[in-house]
């Protein structure tokens, strides 16, 4: 029987009585369990498994398909958001997609569970959801070690210089990142495909990647939601597919 904290990222009603839930705990990362009794009134876990639900939980670990099992909960905290606060409740939702969608089971990630909770605790009360929407798909996309290149041509390898601040850049996500001019016509003769995008979107990045946090004001709100879009598209491009949730996140600039 082991312990650990965990998030709730997905429940499933299983039967009358029971629920299949999704944790992603600290320490023991993704977990797929059945929570027996789980939807009774009175049951054992505190009616603390819905989603985004931050627990305590005592569980069995199985390998392989099998389903873990629950054997009890307590509550930590509930994922609550005010009634106006709708872009910071479908960005929970997305994020908590998004790291089921990047993990797998029995593969712990500390930091990508300190990362979940952290945001979730900015959804609940922030204005500036873009923002660590942005920041959390660029951190997510480093614990899957498949970060965009940014600073230099990610097909040949050039080292990056903007002369311009008006120059627009290659970005190729087939090749994972920015590319230079040279490389942008080969794609372009290949008819291979890339976007353009402005460097103040690469300025964004730079400046998550860099972490230094007191220069938020300077980055204005549409080259934020400019990076969102990037970042969004590069993330359906790895999954193959758009999470869900991220077209309700699309609706708010
Ligand atoms: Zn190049």
Known sequence: MENDEAVVIRSVDFSETSLIVTLFTRRFGKLEAIAKGGRRLKNPFESALDILTQINVTFIQKKNDTLDILTESQLIRRFRVGQSNLHGLYAAYYIAELVNLFTERNSPNPRLYDLLTEKLSVFAKTESVNYHLAQFELQLLHENGTQPVLDRCAECGKKFEIDDPRQ??????????????????????????????????????????????DQTKKLTNESIIETLKLLNNFINYQLGSQPKTQKFIKQFK
């Open 168 to 213: 627009l850049i290659h970005f190729k996500q087939s090749a994972g990142g920015i590319i230079c001019g040279k490389c942008a016509e080969i794609s372009r003769d290949l008819k291979q495909q890339y976007t353009l995008i402005k460097t103040e979107t690469l300025n964004v990045l730079n400046f998550f990647e860099k972490e230094i946090i």
